[in-house]
């Protein structure tokens, strides 16, 4: 599937191979969903592409009704009709394409024992948890037989607890199948998705296998999913020297950059010691911050300094007196700053 | 017993509230009490009294019928589609909620009579509607056909269109998602439209008598036949209200708003 969109603030192109599955990542109102739409028939864009098995779904002189696109959409909220079983809402799909109803409940009964839902055939969706719920959405949009299926936050609306149960079963029925999955959440990401595209402002930023780009992150949002701290800037004696002056030490990973190449440093926030003055000693990186927040971070405390982060023991947070607009150090060793070359912003393709 | 009192209600406002109580129950009890019990049943199962009744019964039922078929459609082109003029539009189908009936029916007349607009080209079809049980239904649809296309509007917005969209997304043709997903779900407003509509009809009488004039058998429906009555025989007259408003405490039980299981 091939998809371009250009429609008031956005211009995003999307490739979908067959049996891929693509996780999408961007902050909100970065275009995503609008991206969803266009695929799926709801939206006509100012201008784009929709081309699916070379057929042309949505063009400047082709337009296929959503119906039959072949495209199915599972959004946050499972939308299972409220009049239908789970059986029926199942059935829904094949019993539209014309299967016979005998046939049709069969294959979505097989569909809802696929997602572990089986024996909760007969209950109306009123009396299914968010869970149970949202796997009978999966089982629904499934049992369309979609060549293309649409995921948009699919798990954003579950209890936390939830969560990676459907994920597992996410994970075995998208296997083999074209997928675009939007998400936050750098999990969906690493255990669903083949490959990474992240869009911000309306553009694709960085694109990529997942692993690479959630591990040498191009784009200050993939880094931020990713969780680590991300310093842009050009490389001098063995730094990265950021526009601000902002300068890290760290180790270049693969071939050395040349003298003002641009690159990037990530570090982990648990790499990152936090002391009221700079210490002594030199392979080391000080940046003299002013703490903007704290949060819990597991049993740790999460010190966030404008787009910096450092994770402390509550212990050391309460050592320090640590409060947001304290004036702190941030201390990290060059050997635990990876760098790597800056490939600047993605050009979409056109 | 512990029961929560909403606040903020003054107390005088319980005065006019009994007052426009007693407007709406007192006539209704001065009805009752000019009935005579004794002679109820031979008054309201004379034949001409059944006749009526039975006439009202059937051009409502084919009313209704006809507020259906042309009313979903109606109101699902109002909620469900955007074109240029459609506010106007949607005002003036309301239009017959506000308009006196007889003039809705001198309207009909001169459209459907024989010298109206379509009268020239139903004659020569050998089609004559004004007087006609015929135009008994066309003067009941014209005033009830709002009830159904405003309660279904007002239903069909309430329930959105998101459960259309993921129909449509699982390969549902416009039709089945209107049949198995958009009708489904708004039922409950369908059947209440219905029955207003249906009780809007039973009670029509401006339009009826203009349009249909009072032919016994053809075109005297109930309401008719009690204002022919009220002179010439006022113990059946009031007998016969009573059973009109025992057939719409009926209707109004049906439709109650709020009673929805879903």
New interface residues.
């Given amino acids: 599937m091939e998809a371009r969109v250009l429609d008031r603030d956005v211009d995003v192109a999307l490739e979908v191979g067959d049996g891929e599955t693509v996780a999408v990542l961007g902050p909100n109102g970065a275009g995503k969903s609008t991206l969803l739409a266009v695929v799926?028939g709801?939206l006509r864009p100012d201008a784009g592409r929709v081309e699916l098995d070379g057929r042309e779904l949505t063009g400047p002189r082709a337009w296929v009704?959503?119906?039959?696109?072949?495209?199915?959409?599972l959004a946050q909220?499972p939308?299972l009709?409220?009049?239908l079983s789970a059986l029926e809402n199942v059935a829904?799909?094949p019993?539209?394409?014309g299967t016979r109803r005998t046939a049709a409940r069969t294959a979505a009964q097989d569909w809802l024992d696929e997602v572990g839902v089986g024996e909760l055939a007969d209950r109306r969706p009123g009396q299914l948890s968010g869970g149970q719920a949202q796997r009978v959405a999966v089982a629904?949009?499934l049992a369309?037989e979609p060549r293309v299926l649409l995921l948009d936050e699919p798990m954003a609306a579950l209890d936390v607890a939830v969560r990676p149960a459907l994920r597992q079963v996410l994970r075995r029925v998208l296997a083999g199948r074209s997928v675009v999955l939007v998400t936050h959440d750098v999990l969906d990401a690493l255990l669903l998705a083949d490959r990474v595209v992240v869009v911000e402002g309306g553009r694709v930023v960085e694109e990529g296998p997942t692993d690479a780009v959630l591990t040498r992150p191009q784009s200050a949002f993939a880094a931020r999913v990713a969780g680590l701290n991300m310093v842009t800037g050009t490389w001098r004696d063995g730094a990265v020297v950021a526009a601000d002056g902002t300068t890290v030490a760290g180790l270049a990973d693969g071939p050395a950059p040349a003298p003002d190449e641009p690159v990037v440093a990530v570090f982990r926030p648990s790499a990152v010691s936090v002391f009221r003055d700079a210490p002594g000693g030199s392979p080391r990186t000080s940046l003299a911050v002013r703490v903007t927040e704290l949060e819990p971070h597991g049993d740790q405390v999460r010190v966030h300094a404008g787009h910096l982060a450092a994770d402390i023991t509550v212990h050391a947070a309460a050592d320090l007196d640590l409060a947001p607009g304290s004036d702190v150090v941030f201390v990290v060793k060059a050997s635990e700053v990876t760098v790597y070359g800056n490939a600047g912003p993605l050009e979409s393709a056109p | 017993m512990r029961s929560e009192r909403p606040v903020g209600v003054p107390a005088w406002i319980f005065v006019p509230a009994a007052l426009g109580g007693a407007l709406v129950l007192l006539p209704l009890a001065g009805m009752l009490s000019r009935v005579e019990w004794g002679d109820f049943w031979s008054l309201v199962s004379s034949d001409s009294a059944l006749t009526a009744l039975s006439l009202s019964l059937r051009t409502s039922a084919a009313s209704t019928v006809l507020c259906l078929v042309l009313g979903v459609p109606m109101a699902l082109v109002l909620a469900r589609t955007r074109f240029p003029g459609q506010g106007v539009v949607r005002s003036l189908v309301l239009l017959p909620l506000v308009l006196p009936p007889v003039v809705g029916g001198i309207a009909l007349l001169y459209t459907f009579g024989r010298r109206g607009l379509l009268g020239g080209q139903l004659d020569a079809l050998g089609v004559q509607v004004a007087f006609s049980t015929t135009a008994v239904v066309l003067a009941q649809t014209f005033v009830s056909l709002p009830f159904l296309v405003v309660s279904l509007e007002g239903a069909l917005r309430s329930a959105g269109s998101r459960y259309e969209t993921v129909a449509a997304s699982l390969g549902a043709r416009p039709t089945t998602v209107f049949r198995r997903v958009t009708l489904p779900l708004v039922l409950p407003g369908l059947v209440s439209g219905a029955v207003l509509s249906f009780a809007r009809a039973l009670g029509e009488f401006g339009a009826t008598i203009t349009f249909a004039g009072s032919l016994e058998g053809t075109t005297r429906t109930l309401p008719l036949f009690i204002y022919n009555l009220r002179v010439t025989d006022p113990d059946a007259a009031v007998a016969m209200s009573l059973v009109l408003v025992v057939v719409a405490v009926l209707v109004i039980a049906a439709a109650r708003p709020g009673r929805s299981t879903t």
């Fill in positions: 799926a709801l009704a959503p119906h039959d696109r072949r495209v199915a959409l909220d939308l009709f409220p009049h829904f799909g019993r539209s394409a629904r949009a369309a």
